[in-house]
Each structure stands twice: as C-alpha cells, then as structure tokens.
C-alpha cells in the first residue's frame, strides 16, 4: 500500500476527549474515528490488525475443535423470555418492535441464540461434546463509554459456546479453552493473568476474566504475590484470623452522646475499629434488611445482592429507617424484628461494642446467641489490600486491570430453561452442560498499543501490525526514488506486507509518521547509503539504526519477521 492513497491521516495534536495513551494514539495514527458516543469508525490500519487478531483467534479456537459460524444480532424477544434473560437484563440491551409488533432485541450475548440452533440439530450423546465460535459485531448501551475502545457500546467479540454430555466432560474442556486463551494473548504480546470473577448476567456457577494489568482499568483486582490466588475484588475472598480467645463480660448500656460511626464509637470506648459491629440497612423486595459485619471491613454489595437473589437492593434511607422505628448511627442486631444477616466476622469475637437502638446509647460485651442473632455466617466482606490470602493467608495485594476476555460455566441453566436436552446412553433425556467463552477484539486492540508505545507512537508486535514494514525515500532525487519503487516491488513480490510513503514530504514528516504509526521496521532509501550499495534498516523497538547490503536487505526483513512471528508456548 502506498501511503499517498491511504485513508486516513496522521494528526499531531491530542484530541481533547481522550485521557488514556491507546485512546489518543488510535486518533492521532488516523487508525480510528469517532462516529458517536462509544461509537468508532476503524479506518484501513487499524482493521487491518482486527483482521490480525481474528486470524490468531481463529487459529487457536479451531485448535479446540470449535467450529465457526455466524448468528443474528436480532434476535426475538421469546428466546430470551424462555432463557429469564429479558427480565433480568436491564436498559444495557436495545430492545424495539418491527413493523408488526414483535418484541425484538440487539443481542449482547447469543447464549439465547445458540441454545435454539442446537437444539434443533442436536438429540444424543453420540454428537457432544460440541463447540461453535463467531467473531461478530454487538450493541451493549453502555452508561459510561471511555478510553476510546476500551469501553464501548458497538463492538467486535470472538464468543464461542460448548455442549457436553455432563460437568465433568465441561470441566476438561473449560480448561482447554483457558489454556487456548492464554496462546492467544501471548500471540498478540499481552501478558494476562485469570482471575474468578462474577457471572453478571450471563449466569452459570464459575467464571474467569483474562486481565491485562494496567492502571488504566476499571476492575479492581485482588492477588496473592506468594501463590496463585487471583480475584476480581467483586467476588475475592480472604482468610479471616481467628480472634484471641474471650471472656465473655456482662453486657453493658453505655451512653455515647454524639457518637455514631464507627471511629467515633470506637474512640469513645479506646478501642479498635475491629471491636464493633458495623449495622447497614438496604432495601430488598420492599423490605428492609440489616447486614452486620465487622467495624473495618467493607461490605461488598455484588456478594449480598446473590445472597438475596436480587439484583436491584439498595440502600435505605433516612426516611424509611426512620418509618421502621431504627435508630440511625445506633442500631444493632439486638432485639430487630426485620430480617438480620450476620456476616462471618461476627462469629469471630465473643464481646462486641454495638448500637442500642436508642439515640446516644450503645452496648458494650454484647455476645452473638445470648444478645443478638441473625442469618448467617454470610461471606459480605469487600476485600482489600493487606486481608490475607484464602490459601496462603500471605497479605494480598491489589492491582487494577482491563478485562480483555472471560470464560463461564454455565452448567444447564440455559438449556435446562429452554428445554435443549439429549437422550444419554440409558436412553434418558438429560439438558446438556454448556460453557461460553468470550474475548472483545477492540479492548485487545487498545491494550496491545496500552502495552507497545513511547512518546512518539505506538510499537506495534509483529503478529498484529497493520503492515509489517515502512518504507521510505529521502529527497527527490531520481535514482533514489527509483530504488525505492523498486524495493517496493521486490518486498510486495516476496509477500512482504509493507506500507511505502510515497509522498512528497521533508523526511522529518516522514520520519515522524513512521514513528507514531509504529510499523515494526523501518527502511530508508538515501542518496549517500544508495551509493554505498547500503539501505538503512530501523527496528521501531530498537534506539540505533543499521546500514544493511541492498542485495541482503529482503532476506534480512523476511529473517526478522519470521523470528518476531515464531510463537513459542
């Protein structure tokens, strides 16, 4: 490709919206466009290496004998009312009517869709297990788009899907898949780690999102520096110390004018944080509910939200606890008549600094079963950086990351509910076993420049470049020009993929392009090294330049992209 006939142009300035480093350099390159919020336009560079990284995931999904095909994005409402989905999803799916009146949606996952397509085709154990890949374009209505592709409402997504006979055959290849995902992010030069996660709403009973680490990122993620333990912090756990051994003391109504939160409380009694019950009211199905946990700890609201099975809980306010007769900033577990859940930190001391449920009075020595009792022990603990590791109880550390793929085992909750079952070899029909495995393409994208680039550009790796090699001449003299259509040609021949600036500009120009795009090698056709039978060669991951023979210069390019491309496991 000649770079005066490429679309897309190279800018200097960093546009105002972007903040991250892969979103001003996908604009400043010309490799993308905005058309709307969380809406891009990929210009031929960057499809280029979406191209690339289709060609990576393709290789490595029909390595775990999944076999692509391709599904609709609209989809009928019915399917994900049989599957619960259309009352569980909220605003982030578009939904619409057609012309005649039926419910339709844009579907942000084909869970739905590829439930239907295989129960129409599959009836016996004979034919599972059964994977199916597509790379396709979605719509999710993201509230909060940002970072240019890292956070989008249109987008690209590799999502494949497994049937299986039973768990156990679904647990071997979950682990095939995660293996695969790993090749794949190698491949494309991102260094990831697995972390378990949330099932949000795609449901199922394990789930693992493949995390770039990066400050960057919007998922906080908890890890353990001496074993393997990694967790987003949405559903990370720790190991609780036990206490020292109590005795028990009398309980005690002490006044405590003014004091209401828990540093307050605690300071009052010249105690730790740790010695009180923390009391937190949300509301649930109309019904107000407490959650006491340990005074420092934070509650993690995901962990409730599946203790309850609600998805919608929120905060009680002043007014409504004051309509239930609680006592805000003095309320415990002591006496309530609405529903307790104790957090397993409770059943973790013997005498607890607690609210009286009177303004200004709190108890102190209280004791779980002989004072107050509740629902539990529950795991609510939001955990931090320094809670100790749940295998090690080494202090864990925290790290933001950018989630660039995920993995579910859905179990039968989809083909249970829309009835995709299979006669087993007793001749009994049984719903089959289903995982799902996705990966955004965009986010990947931006990751990868997030990962490769300097203050003059992105350094692209060698397997997702757009093309693997700049060309250039300086000046305008004739012979050198010349010589460098020529190579154009000897490199387009040998089935080098390369990008040949043919413009009229100062070579300062040039150069800086060439830097900013970040193709991985850069050629230079000069008149000084033209007359020493010399053409200068630049790795853009390289500081020094080298002068190499013209008649050695195609086989030294093809040597370094078959070294760059090698990929070993």
Request: with cysteine.
């Amino acid at each position: 490709m000649k770079m005066s006939r490429l679309f897309g142009r190279t800018i200097r300035e960093v546009p105002a919206e972007a903040e991250i480093i892969s979103h001003k350099l996908l604009l400043r390159a010309g490799l993308v466009r905005k058309l709307a919020s969380g809406i891009y336009q990929y210009n031929p560079l960057a499809w280029r290496s979406m191209k690339k990284i289709q060609d990576i995931l393709r290789l490595e999904m029909e390595a775990v004998g999944m076999q692509e095909i391709n599904m609709p994005v609209v989809q009928p409402a019915e399917l994900w009312q049989e599957s619960g989905r259309w009352y569980s999803v909220g605003s982030e799916m578009a939904r619409f009517k057609d012309r005649s009146g039926r419910d339709m949606v844009l579907a942000i996952t084909h869970e739905e869709a590829v439930t239907e397509l295989v129960r129409n085709e599959i009836n016996s154990y004979r034919q599972l297990p059964l994977a199916l890949y597509q790379i396709q374009l979605k719509f999710r209505d993201e509230p909060r788009s940002r970072g240019g592709l890292i956070r989008v409402r249109e987008f690209y997504m590799k999502d494949g899907y497994s049937f299986h006979v039973d768990e156990a055959d679904l647990d071997v290849y979950y682990e095939d898949v995660m293996a695969a995902y790993f090749r794949i992010f190698k491949r494309a030069g991102l260094d990831v780690l697995s972390v378990e996660s949330d099932n949000g709403n795609i449901g199922g009973k394990v789930s693992h999102e493949f995390m770039y680490v990066t400050p960057i990122g919007e998922d906080r993620l908890i890890l353990c520096p001496n074993c393997d333990y990694a967790a987003n912090q949405e559903v990370a756990q720790s190991h609780l110390e036990k206490r020292e051994e109590q005795i028990a003391g009398d309980l005690e109504k002490v006044a405590t004018p003014g004091c209401k939160s828990i540093k307050e409380v605690a300071d009052f009694f010249k105690a730790e944080e740790h010695d009180c019950l923390k009391a937190l009211f949300y509301v649930s199905n109309e019904e107000i509910v407490m959650v006491a946990i340990q005074g420092d700890l934070e509650l993690n609201e995901l962990k409730l939200k599946k203790i309850l099975d609600d998805p919608n809980i929120r905060m009680a306010t002043e007014e409504e606890l004051e309509a239930a007769g609680i006592v805000a900033g003095y309320a415990s577990p002591k006496g309530q008549k609405i529903r307790v859940l104790l957090d397993r930190s409770v059943y973790n001391s013997e005498n607890w600094i607690i609210g009286a449920n009177q303004e200004g009075y709190h108890y102190q020595n209280a004791q779980l079963n002989r004072d107050f009792t509740g629902e539990g022990p529950f795991d609510f603990e939001l955990v931090e950086e320094g809670a100790l590791c749940p295998q090690c109880q080494t202090p864990l550390k925290e790290q933001r990351g950018v989630e660039v793929g995920n993995i579910f085992k859905l179990g039968t909750q989809y083909s249970a509910s829309m009835k995709a079952v299979f006669l087993d070899e007793k001749g009994e029909l049984r719903p089959m076993d289903m995982g799902c495995y996705g990966i955004g393409l965009g986010r990947m994208l931006s990751c990868v420049i997030e990962e490769y680039n300097d203050q003059y550009g992105i350094i692209w790796p060698m397997s997702v470049a757009p093309y693997h090699v700049y060309l250039c001449s300086v000046g305008k003299d004739e012979e050198v020009i010349a010589r460098a259509d020529e190579l154009y040609q000897e490199l387009k021949d040998a089935g080098v993929e390369v990008l040949y600036d043919d413009r009229d500009l100062r070579p300062g120009v040039k150069f800086n392009d060439a830097d900013l795009i970040g193709l991985p090698i850069r050629l230079v056709v000069s008149k000084r090294n033209l007359n020493e039978g010399l053409i200068e060669l630049k790795e853009r991951s390289k500081a020094e330049s080298e002068k190499i023979e013209a008649d050695s210069i195609l086989n030294r390019v093809q040597t370094l992209i078959a070294e760059a491309l090698k990929f070993e496991e």
